[in-house]
């Protein structure tokens, strides 16, 4: 019996040793200040997104001749020139052609055309405008497009550091020139920047006279 209590207690002992060893993970204090700021933070983009769209559909309805469209990424658009015959859009492999001109929701010229122009654009490959990247996938070849981007489709919180303003609806009248894919356009270049080289001349063809300067003048 002796034996027997003597090898309980070496046990228990040797358990609690052993359980102390082991590392044990810090807790971290749970933040309520992180969890009320995205709370506080998502509420103010709702009522922002909420405010830009009362604009935009303000814009839209002072306008009852144009028919605008709603995308499903959460801007609108509508055609002033559109091609019902071609059906091919752009898609990531292409390169787009395209000018196009940038005003605030009182159609006062932010950008205009002729500072924009020309864009090259390497479909989904390249960063630019959200709104932008959406929305050249959606033209055909020689269409214009007018679009009202929120700002959170255009350059959101921060701006552009230049002319556009912190979370500023845009509106963009886009024209898409052409479209072709990546390796047709390389294709193109390449032979652009490839030097002319004069052609032979034949054996009979006479050479050109040369004039050269008289050694004396005559008086």
Known sequence: MKNTKLLTILFL???VVSSCKQPQDARRP???TSGSFMKKSIIRNKKLVATEESL???LMKSNPAVKYIASTKGYWYSYTVQNKVDTLTPKKGDVAFFDYEIKD???NIIYSQLELRPQIYYVDKQNIM????DGIKLMHKNEEVNFLFPSNMAYGYHGDNKKI???EPLICRVTLRDFKSEA???KEMQVKLKPVTSAPMYENE???IEKKPNDTIKY
């Not at 959200?130 to 990247?133: P, V």
Request: glycine share 12%; proline share 4%.
């Open 13 to 15: 002992i040797f358990i």
């Open 105 to 107: 929701l009182q159609g």
């Open 165 to 167: 303003g912190v979370n």
């Open 130 to 133: 959200m709104g932008l990247r």
């Open 206 to 208: 006479e050479k050109p």
């Open 56 to 58: 935009i559909k303000d």
């Open 184 to 186: 047709i356009y390389k």
């Open 30 to 32: 749970i933040s309520q």
